[in-house]
């Protein structure tokens, strides 16, 4: 009698590059620079603080109506908001993954001292931490209002920021939040470049230049609110 055999199933193309070490760095980069994007909007949106609190609150007006008619009240901000949780997510389960996958790589004993990470690695490793329970404070406070200071007020959100600016506690998680995210952004953004196969030796030198200057301009455009906040520039 002969017996049945069962063809196995070939896994998708697009199961086969998640499971590659290729595949999740494609989708860091790939989700890093959708990130990186919205990161600059973000910044350039939060310098309108310092044009008054009118001007800031229509823009944040603004971004809900954004589509409109064609869109409903809000449907705009949810869409950027859904693409950025995913994102997000993709982003930390592949750093996740590829950080678990390289340790299992190693030798399980050396014969001599374990080396040590990188400086990149570990900043990159220890800033994605920062940065992600960052992003949960940060929707907490200016968001939702759940633990924003001196009481929440829903379609103020200049007030709301001077609030969150006007303790000390505000200034230093999001200042520390926000060098974490420089150096995040100078290593990852000349990274995701060699990952998507766009550097080259050449071409290293002028991508390092632009990580650099990424990096400091993200910092100090969003380090300049709680500044003008602090110094009163922003009242």
Known sequence: MALATRTERKPSMTRTMWDSSVGKK????????????????????NLKIFFGEGEFDHYAHWL??????FLHYEWALWIVRVVLVVAV??????????????IRARPTKYAHKKPRA???????RWGGIILGLFIVWHILDLTTGTVHA????????????????STWYGNVIYIVAVLALGLHVRHGFWSAAQTLGVGSRTRDRAFKTIADVLAVVLTAGFVAVPVGVMTGVVS
């Open 26 to 45: 494609t989708v860091m980069a790939v989700s890093g620079l959708i990130m990186l994007g919205y990161l600059a909007v973000h910044m350039l949106g």
């Open 64 to 69: 809900r109506t954004l589509g409109e008619p």
């Open 89 to 102: 997510v993709a982003h930390a389960v592949s750093a996740y993954q590829l950080s678990r996958r390289d």
């Open 118 to 124: 990188s400086y990149a690695t570990r900043t990159m």
């Open 150 to 165: 001196n009481g929440f007020q829903h379609g103020h959100p200049y007030q709301n920021v001077i609030d969150t600016f």
